[in-house]
């Protein structure tokens, strides 16, 4: 049975579970198990869980995933020859003025605070790709 076929037939059973007493369950648990062959703690649990809500990404916010703040970001990495994070986020309030002067989409407020807090590793991590495309500036 390929997967595609178990997740419909999970749709079909769940309802059916959740209505049903517990002699039915246990039957209905049975019929899982063999036409699925799952372990029956698995299959409790699988059909235990509610639909909603499942796919719900885990962790924190991602704050500072503005395209304004990772285009700052990329032109400042690229105007100062792909230097190090630490030294991005020394050059962030230094570069600050002069790039809502020169370009036409300036930066909001709340970007700017966010630039103005963001940390080095943050940094590091938001510019992994684009460091290593532009590798090749420095030979």
């Not at 209905?28 to 063999?34: G, V």
């Not at 986020?89 to 407020?109: D, R, V």
Request: hydrophobic share 35%.
């Amino acid at each position: 049975m390929s997967n595609s076929a178990k997740k419909e037939y999970l749709i079909e059973i769940r309802e059916r579970y959740s209505l049903a007493r517990k002699t039915e369950k246990s039957l209905i648990l049975d019929e899982l198990c063999t036409v699925c062959k799952f372990n029956r703690k698995y299959a409790i649990r699988v059909l235990g869980k509610k639909q909603t809500g499942q796919n719900k990404k885990k962790g924190r916010p991602k704050i500072y995933h503005h395209q304004a703040i990772i285009e700052f970001l990329k032109d400042l990495l690229v105007v100062t020859n792909l230097a190090c994070a630490e030294r991005l986020k020394a050059a962030i309030p230094l570069w600050l003025p002069y790039y809502q002067f020169h370009k036409k989409n300036s930066l909001n407020e709340k970007e700017v605070k966010l630039l103005l807090e963001i940390s080095a590793s943050t940094i590091k991590r938001l510019l992994k790709r684009l460091k290593s495309k532009h590798r090749f500036l420095l030979n």
